[in-house]
């Protein structure tokens, strides 16, 4: 496609700060809908104080997966940081407790939609027709997937916005008709409702608040400047959860305060609805005793019912995506069969990984139909997840001492011994590993479904890197692309180096008739190089403009193909340098660069020569070097 047709394509705009933050509360908001019962389940009366202080671990968890992402812009969270920290290994074990809660993120997901749809059929709140309504949600999303269809990303952001509207306005009512701190006090029964045994179980539990904390670190592909857009949209994120969590409990508590039923201290929000409680569905039980009456209240039902299910229908479709998307990263690695990174022939989709980890292992932790047992189940994988995710970003500080600059520092540290150590990650690497020794000991049939699936993930991993890769446990191993005519089956992950010029665009045509075919996606890379004399982060608005303007025209060339390119731009001292940085970090497949046209004066062509040498002496894939049609005249 000539550059001269490129510049009458419309340009669209990438994921900014506004974008992430509200894709990232649409999942990581859903879990109110279900968190809220769970948790009043132990917490009773010192559930504020229980999301409190989950609010607090969260914010420091944030912290860890901001710097970590913007490190490492690849989607794969925890198990990304640890591979580049330790060894393949840890990161195994990091993945395959995200697979974890993938597994359970769809399964509690899609066991409450029913719940809120109760509004229009009351069975669907009990068994078994919520652990059926449930099934179903996982069957219809796991076919859909399968055949392709894709998330409307545009209608995901305006739920999540309607939702973090939704609850400050029940937040507002709740303060304005029943708030009651009296009541509030009333309800604590120190030692007694709750045990203290169960005040310590409630603190995990309540980090099922933060279910898809992961979404940011996997849009941070999209994002064109990770290093900016990236903390911003954790920060957001962590104080619009933390302000809901902190607020929407102390309203619930004084309109479902603690009392006295059938001989115990308890709350509705804790009892099942066979006991007439709302811990299937807190917020409708909220809703049903906020102070309001009539046709208002029955309008205000069915809202919530249907965007509370509308929520958590596509929460439990993102666990599916993950699930897919953990697994294919895994397999890339050689941590598993390289069978679960094949694509369907027809529909260019992984099916194995989806029907077994996000449509058979989900079903079969639905079936008990114990909300209890699953929200334990998602708390032992996420606060082990976690709490690697702190320890990898502790050990890259230790690496990275000798780095002088860095383009993302997450804060409180502390300077010692060469070292800025991370207080955030080691604090909060302290308390998600005391959560999770807590669930561990604490409850029995969590604590063996989850060392199961840990040392079997474990025991699987040792056999097949040993018999079948023949490489170390800690060695990190990718999967071999493929040739002939799989070749272009095998490169899913492409980066094209942008540049203004004809080389850069024949590049580009290249990358996208290897992508068009098999649903690849491809990095358009803008390199800003900074003089040492200046700081990286200084003004540099003239170039900054053009520079954008090359990365949407790359964006829109992509769309005219049917493939979808990521656009990214980095300051930098070498071009070349972080073009091999940027492919280490995004596990890159291929890097196609183009040759300079002869118009290039000679100094030009100096500087992209050297650009092209220092990537194909250290690139940490292949490279495929294009040369130059002549220019098309304008």
């Known amino acids: 496609m000539p550059s001269r047709r490129r510049r009458e394509v419309e340009l669209e705009r990438v994921l900014g700060t506004p974008a992430l933050f509200a894709t990232a509360y649409g999942n990581v908001g859903s879990s109110i809908y279900y968190a809220l019962g769970l948790t009043a389940v132990y917490a009773l009366g010192l559930t504020p104080l229980v999301f409190l202080v989950a609010g607090i671990v969260f914010a420091m968890t944030a912290a860890t997966y901001a710097e970590g992402t913007v490190l490492y812009p690849e989607a794969g969270g925890s198990s990304s940081f640890a591979r580049h920290a330790f060894d393949e290994i840890i990161s195994f074990g990091a993945a395959w407790a995200q697979m974890l809660v993938y597994v359970v993120t769809v399964a509690t997901s899609a066991f409450f939609v029913p719940h809120y749809l109760s509004v229009f059929w009351e069975p669907l709140k009990t068994n078994p027709w919520d652990i059926i309504a449930g099934a179903l949600v996982i069957v219809v999303l796991v076919t859909l997937n399968i055949v392709g269809v894709q998330e409307a990303a545009k209608l995901s952001i305006i739920l999540a916005v309607v939702d973090f509207g939704t609850q400050v306005l029940l937040v507002l009512l709740g303060f304005f008709l029943i708030f009651s701190p009296t009541i509030l006090v009333d309800n604590i029964h120190w030692g007694v409702a709750p045990t203290w045994s169960n005040l310590a179980l409630a603190v995990p539990v309540a980090m099922l608040a933060y279910t898809g904390v992961e979404t940011v670190s996997n849009l941070a592909e999209e994002a064109r400047e990770p290093s900016r857009s990236v903390p911003d949209a954790y920060k957001l994120v962590a104080a619009a959860v933390f302000a809901i969590y902190l607020t929407l409990p102390l309203i619930a508590l004084s309109a479902l305060p603690v009392k006295m039923i059938n001989g115990e201290l308890t709350t509705l929000l804790a009892l099942p609805p066979e006991e007439g409680g709302y811990a299937n569905d ?45 697994t294919y990263s895994m397999a890339s690695y050689r941590q598993i069969p390289e069978v679960f990174r094949r694509l369907h022939p027809r529909f260019k989709t992984p099916i194995l990984p989806l029907i077994l ?104 991993y040792v056999i097949y890197r040993r018999r079948f890769v023949h490489a170390s446990l800690r060695e990190t191993v990718k999967a071999p692309p493929a040739f002939g005519p799989a070749l272009a089956l095998e490169y899913r992950r492409l980066l094209v180096p942008v540049v203004a010029g004809q080389p850069s665009d024949d590049a580009l045509d290249v990358a996208c008739s290897l992508a068009a075919e098999r649903g690849a996606r491809i990095v358009a890379l803008n390199v800003l190089e900074v003089p040492l004399g200046r700081p990286l982060d200084d003004d540099m608005d003239e170039l900054e403009d053009a520079a954008n303007q090359e990365l949407d025209e790359a964006v829109a060339v992509g769309n005219s193909y049917g493939v979808r390119v990521l656009d990214r731009l980095v300051r930098a001292r070498s071009a070349g340098a972080a073009i091999v940085e940027e492919a280490e970090r995004r596990g890159t497949e291929i890097i196609v660069i183009g040759t300079p046209r002869k118009s290039l004066t000679a100094s030009q062509r100096a500087v992209f020569g050297r650009t092209v040498d220092h990537v194909l002496r250290h690139a940490p894939c292949r490279v495929m070097v294009t040369a130059a049609r002549e220019e098309v005249p304008t």
């Open 282 to 326: 807190p917020i409708l039980g909220l809703v049903e005793n906020i102070g309001i009456s009539g046709s208002l209240l029955r309008v205000l039902e069915i809202y919530v019912g249907i965007l509370a299910a509308t929520i958590l229908f596509i929460a439990t479709n993102a666990g599916v995506i993950g699930a897919s998307r953990v």
């Open 357 to 460: 980890f996000a449509g058979i292992a989900p079903i079969l932790i639905l079936l008990p139909g114990d909300v209890n047992f699953v929200g334990t189940l998602y708390s032992f994988g996420a606060t082990l997840s976690f709490t690697v995710a702190h320890a990898s970003l502790v050990r890259l500080r230790i690496k990275q001492k000798s780095a002088t600059e860095t383009f993302y520092r997450a804060r409180p540290n502390l300077a010692l011994g060469g070292v800025e150590w991370p207080l955030f990650a080691i604090v909060g690497g302290l308390a998600t590993g005391a959560s999770f020794l807590v669930i561990v000991a604490q409850n029995p049939t969590t604590r063996w479904v989850g060392l199961g699936w840990i040392v079997s993930g474990l025991v699987f």
